[in-house]
Each structure stands twice: as C-alpha cells, then as structure tokens.
C-alpha cells in the first residue's frame, strides 16, 4: 500500500512556506551578488599572499638548514 499524501502534502508545505518568504529586489540582489565577487577576490589575494609568503620562507628556512650539512 501507498503512503496517503505524504509525499503530495510535503510538497503542498514546501510551496506554501516559499510563498512566505520575502525574496530580495533584482537591485539587491545586484549588489549583494558583487559584495560577494569582491569578498571573494579579496580573500583570494590575501590567501595567496600568505601563500606565497609561507612558501618563500620555508624554502628559505630549508635552504639555510641543507647548505651547512654535507651529504
């Protein structure tokens, strides 16, 4: 036997609950989306500085270290 409505009921609250929501104007929704690309490539420059900063020193840090020993 089936489940009676389950499925169709869920869906039924699923929409009702979508027709509630309060969505965002085309103009914020503009401006948020370019907040967000911003953030982004701010993070992703500050990520790679430290990238980059971290892998120099180590290299340099390890470079230090090998050149004293002889192998």
């Known amino acids: 036997m089936k489940k009676p409505n389950s499925v ?3 869906l039924v609250n ?3 609950e979508l027709r509630k929501v309060t969505w ?5 929704t503009i401006q948020l989306t370019i ?6 490539i701010i993070i992703a ?3 790679g ?3 980059f900063g971290f ?4 290299n ?3 470079n230090l270290l090998t050149n004293g020993q002889t192998s």
């Not at 965002?24 to 914020?28: A, L, V």
């Not at 892998?55 to 180590?58: E, I, R, V």
């Open 14 to 16: 699923s929409v009702e």
């Open 49 to 51: 500085v430290l990238d």
């Open 55 to 58: 892998n120099y020193g180590f």
């Open 45 to 47: 420059f500050i990520l």
């Open 35 to 40: 907040i967000v690309i911003i953030f982004s």
């Open 24 to 28: 965002p104007t085309k103009e914020q």
């Open 60 to 62: 340099t840090l390890i």
């Open 8 to 10: 169709h009921k869920y």
